[in-house]
């Protein structure tokens, strides 16, 4: 059964603490692996599209990394502004045309 | 990115009745849109994907009857809740199919808020 984790569920950062954000996933064959940002009461936004273990992607403050178990967000030197749910959703072989996964979402606050 | 829009944003009906959701792509042509459900502090749940002229596909434990989508034109996707109740109340959000560069992603509305009384 496909799956995806997001840890830690919650995360409290000093602004200027950098720190990472992990999305571990199961899937038979993966197509794809999509972060997005979302804001209280809004729909996600995109960030990154990743394809292949060892691809990474850069955004500003923002890093995403990808293995063949898991993919990481890494946010350095992160400021309030930062502060949103990220959310990790994997894009499997069998499935439809664009069917995402979405796991649950690690929840960013960036402390001034 | 692409654009898309929803309207209403906010919607707070009666029980029994029926709530209609649009979701619109402005800036490109989506055969292909999504509709998922996110309860608070939980993660988007897919509902259904809806392509252009054709039926929609419903996830596991979705009843169509209830949720009606209809995707008449590459632009527009409608979800229609029937007689709605206090359990359907949740946070209705949209998504196109598209491509960011050579990448296909999906670009997603604001998101419609549902608080059924």
């Known amino acids: 059964e496909d799956q995806v984790t997001q840890s830690p569920e919650a995360l409290r950062l000093q602004e200027g603490e950098s720190s990472s954000l992990n999305c571990s996933y199961t899937v038979s064959g993966l197509r794809g692996l999509f972060w997005y940002r979302q804001d209280p009461g809004k729909g996600p936004e995109f960030l990154f599209t990743l394809y292949s273990a060892g691809e990474e992607k850069e955004k500003e403050r923002l890093k995403a990394t990808l293995t063949k178990k898991e993919s990481f967000l890494h946010i350095t030197a992160p400021k309030p502004e930062d502060s949103a749910t990220y959310l990790c959703?994997?894009?499997?072989?069998?499935?439809?045309?664009?069917?995402?996964?979405f796991g649950t979402g690690t929840r960013l606050t960036v402390i001034p | 990115g692409a654009v898309v829009s929803q309207h209403p944003s906010r919607v707070i009906c009666k029980s029994g009745t029926s709530v209609k959701i649009e979701c619109r792509s402005l800036d490109f042509q989506a055969t292909t849109m999504f509709w998922y459900r996110q309860f608070p502090k939980q993660s988007l749940m897919l509902m259904a994907t809806?392509?252009?002229?054709?039926?929609?596909?419903?996830e596991q434990g979705v009843e169509k009857d209830k949720f009606l989508i209809n995707h008449a034109s590459l632009t527009l996707s409608t979800l229609t809740v029937t007689s709605a109740h206090p359990e359907d109340s949740s946070f209705y959000i949209c998504?196109?199919?598209?491509?960011?560069?050579?990448?296909?992603?999906?670009?997603f509305g604001p998101g419609t808020r549902l608080l059924v009384l």
């Open positions: 959703a994997v894009q499997a072989d069998q499935t439809g045309a664009n069917n995402l996964f």
């Open positions: 809806s392509n252009e002229g054709s039926k929609a596909t419903y």
């Open positions: 998504s196109a199919g598209g491509t960011s560069g050579k990448q296909e992603t999906q670009y």
